[in-house]
């Protein structure tokens, strides 16, 4: 069953293969407004890295400010939410959403980036599948049988192993396709962003 967390993230399934430069130059504007906003106002929650003090850290890292948020429904599923801004030797501006249901385990992952050009806003469906590699994890036990020292073949080593490197295909083939998003999109991941309450900073 779908939690009440995962339904708040459909606006994330579209496809905005036909968007102009300019719908996506807004879309970028919009971005950088809602992420500036959202920084500023949970300012008392927000986790900054500098490292003037260390030029070696400085070049490698840069600097960096982080917000998290987190969005709780009735039924017990909750949305956790990172904005981030950093510069090192490109500026990075991102917002990443995970939705995390009743039982402490998520089936969706999304980031939304800024284009290193600042020109669009790129969305990456991290994963689809974070539900099922969890309880594939949780039903393997500790000391499975092709673990053991002798290295005593399970049966069912070899369609665990096809079905993960598959899974991890699909990921990668994802996270490639980059996905271009409109201002409509933007401005509904900054309701959320606006509903969501500011957790402790790290």
């Keep these: 069953m779908e939690s009440d967390s995962l339904k708040k993230l459909e606006f994330t399934e579209g496809h905005n293969e036909a968007l102009s430069d300019l719908e996506k130059q807004e879309a970028a504007k919009k971005f950088q407004d809602i992420c500036m906003d959202t920084l500023l106002r949970n300012a008392d929650s927000m986790h900054v890295s500098d490292f003037q003090d260390s030029d070696f850290l400085q070049s490698k890292y840069g600097d960096s400010a982080e917000v998290q948020l987190g969005c709780f429904a009735n039924d017990g599923s909750s949305l956790r939410i990172y904005v981030y801004e950093g510069s090192n030797h490109e500026s990075i501006l991102e917002v990443r959403v995970t939705e995390v249901d009743q039982e402490g385990l998520s089936r969706k992952e999304v980031s939304y980036q800024l284009s290193a050009d600042g020109g669009e806003v790129v969305r990456h469906n991290v994963s689809d599948n974070l539900y099922e590699d969890s309880k594939m994890h949780q039903a393997i036990p500790l000391e499975a049988p092709w673990m ?6 399970d049966e069912n080593q070899e369609e ?17 396709n980059k996905q271009p998003v409109g201002r409509g999109e933007v401005e509904e991941l900054g309701a959320l962003l606006e509903a969501s309450d500011p957790m402790p900073p790290r």
Excluded: I, S
């Excluded at 053991?148 to 073949?153: E, M, Q």
């Excluded at 665990?160 to 990668?172: T, V």
């Design 160 to 176: 665990w192993q096809a079905d993960l490197a598959a899974r991890g295909l699909e990921r990668l083939g994802r996270w490639l």
């Design 148 to 153: 053991t020292a002798d290295k005593v073949k």
